[in-house]
């Protein structure tokens, strides 16, 4: 009995120094306090956009930026932008996900996760834009131009962002016959501009009130295909409206009201399409308005009709496309050989589809969307 008690002893010690002992390659955790996630938030609704930064609040975080890394499903971020003991401040990587639980290891210790969304959509713009030509047309205008594949097809895409301080120089033009986009803007004093309404003849075929006055009722019994929405500029500020057709239009107040269609985007939530005519099924050059959530405006052409270089788009794609921009209400205007953007210094930026994919032959369109 005396022996076993012995040999009993003796395995215990073993077992004890055994689990003393440092595992090769392996670093005994730093005593301290463990660090805790309370918060992380974004400029997007507190979901992760690519390339963009989140900020993580809680405690016992590292003041020294090196000592604190961030892990978002086991992917390390050591790349901290600005740390504090309660804050730090990291770009979020590239990775697909819909959520991502995420940790803070601080001098070695690591914190329990929190779940982080992701924000797709926007996650899919930082890839599309990813090599776009970027310009400042002044402060408040954003221009971004890319060649480049989304969907596993061709795109040629143009889009100016306007900020909610520069709304207020938005106009329409319309001119008592039909004129080049690029004619329309310099006679206005534009710095830039789109193609707006679909017309017939010298005329619009869709509701249109300038400046207060009633330029044109719109042709009655007008498929909400072609005059769904309405862009209303009022006040500095820019809003789109469901309508129902030319008449629904005529009844929105507004200093400028400019009807058109379909209707793509009412306040986030993306309008059904009909089906029934290829002006919304097949693939076409585009041209859209957009008004994002904080009032910026978004003017886009999308180029098509040239095979493998870029394709257009059918309206269930631009709504996810105008998403993608961030869009809050997004209206489709004229497009197919009337697509144009004209920018000042610039000249026609898009490749419009009535001649070869140099020439940027324009249209003569009755109506344009243009910034002073």
């Known amino acids: 009995m005396k022996h076993n008690l012995t040999l009993y002893l003796l395995i215990a010690f073993l077992c004890v120094a055994i689990s003393c002992q440092k595992t090769p390659g392996q670093e005994p955790i730093p005593s301290g306090p463990i660090p805790e996630i309370e918060s992380i938030t974004s400029d997007f609704d507190d979901q992760a956009v690519f390339d963009h930064p989140i900020v993580i609040t809680g405690k016992n975080f590292s003041t020294e ?6 892990s978002f499903d086991g992917e390390k971020v050591t790349d901290i932008l600005e740390s504090s003991a309660t804050e730090i401040v990291v770009k979020v990587p590239r990775i697909r996900r819909e959520t991502s639980k995420v940790t803070v290891i601080a001098d070695g210790r690591e914190s329990k996760s929190k779940n982080l969304k992701f924000d797709n959509v926007r996650c899919d713009s930082v890839v599309v834009f990813a090599g776009a030509k970027i310009e400042m047309i002044r402060p408040g205008v954003e221009w971004k131009s890319t060649l ?15 900020a909610p301080s520069e709304v207020k120089n938005l106009g329409v033009a319309y001119p008592s016959e039909l004129t080049k986009t690029s004619v329309q803007c310099e006679k206005a004093g534009a710095i830039l501009g789109v193609n707006a309404q679909y017309f017939s003849g010298s005329r619009t075929r869709e509701y249109l009130r300038i400046d207060g006055e009633e330029k044109f009722v719109g042709e009655p019994g007008r498929s909400t295909v072609f005059a769904g929405g309405a862009l209303v500029l009022n006040e500095g500020k820019a809003r789109i409206r469901k309508t129902a057709g030319n008449e629904g239009a005529k009844k929105l107040a507004g200093s400028t009201v400019m009807c058109a269609g379909p209707l793509l985007i009412e306040e986030g939530y993306l309008e059904t399409i009909a089906t029934n005519t ?15 959530r904080d009032g910026s405006v978004i003017l886009a052409t999308i ?12 309206s269930t794609l631009v709504q996810e496309y105008m998403l993608l921009l961030g869009a809050d209400s997004a209206l489709n205007l004229d497009g197919g050989g009337s697509t144009t953007m004209w920018i000042k210094d610039n000249g026609v930026v898009n490749h419009t589809c009535d001649g070869s994919w140099d020439a940027r032959v324009e249209r003569r369109v009755s109506s344009i969307l243009y910034l002073k």
């Open 65 to 70: 930026k090196s000592k604190n890394i961030v």
């Open 303 to 314: 180029d098509g009709r040239f095979e493998g270089q870029a394709i257009g788009m059918p």
């Open 278 to 292: 290829t002006h919304n099924t097949s693939d076409h050059p585009r041209t859209v308005v957009g008004v994002k």
């Open 148 to 162: 480049t594949t989304w969907k596993g097809q061709p795109r040629s895409l143009n889009v100016v962002t306007i």
